[in-house]
């Protein structure tokens, strides 16, 4: 079993910039290729980032690419948000999780473990 917690959301304005940080437990995460999430009020769960086992593979929504990337530290078994230029459509909660398969499913279906979330919340 795999435990994921994330923090750093929070208030910003728009242009602004936030790190979300993802802390796993109970196992190893470096074999898992590892995802962010987000969900809005009223909407599904929309992939954002995702990041392979050995970080030789990422990938982004087109709504982010260029404004977020994705990084992790195996050794501390954490994965990384940091997300640049944020805009009130960038608002959610955003999830992190992992998919022990090691590719990064743009569903959210296939991935094995989830966290509870972090708000995020871009004035304008």
């Known amino acids: 079993q795999v435990q994921l917690v994330e923090s750093g959301g929070g208030w910003v304005q728009a242009g602004g910039s936030l790190r979300l940080s993802c802390a796993a437990s109970g196992r190893s995460i470096s074999s898992d290729a590892m995802g962010w999430f987000r969900q809005a009020p009223g909407r599904e769960r929309e992939f954002v980032a995702g990041?392979?086992?050995?970080?030789?593979?990422?990938a982004f929504a087109d709504s982010v690419k260029g404004r977020f990337t994705i990084s992790r530290d195996n050794a501390k078994n954490a994965v990384y948000l940091q997300m640049n230029n944020l805009s009130p459509e960038d608002t959610a909660v955003y999830y992190c999780?992992?998919?022990?398969?090691?590719?990064?499913?743009?569903?959210?279906?296939?991935?094995?473990?989830w966290g509870q979330g972090t708000q995020v919340t871009v004035s304008s």
């Open positions: 999780a992992a998919n022990r398969g090691g590719l990064i499913p743009l569903s959210p279906k296939p991935y094995d473990y």
């Open positions: 990041i392979t086992r050995n970080s030789g593979r990422t």
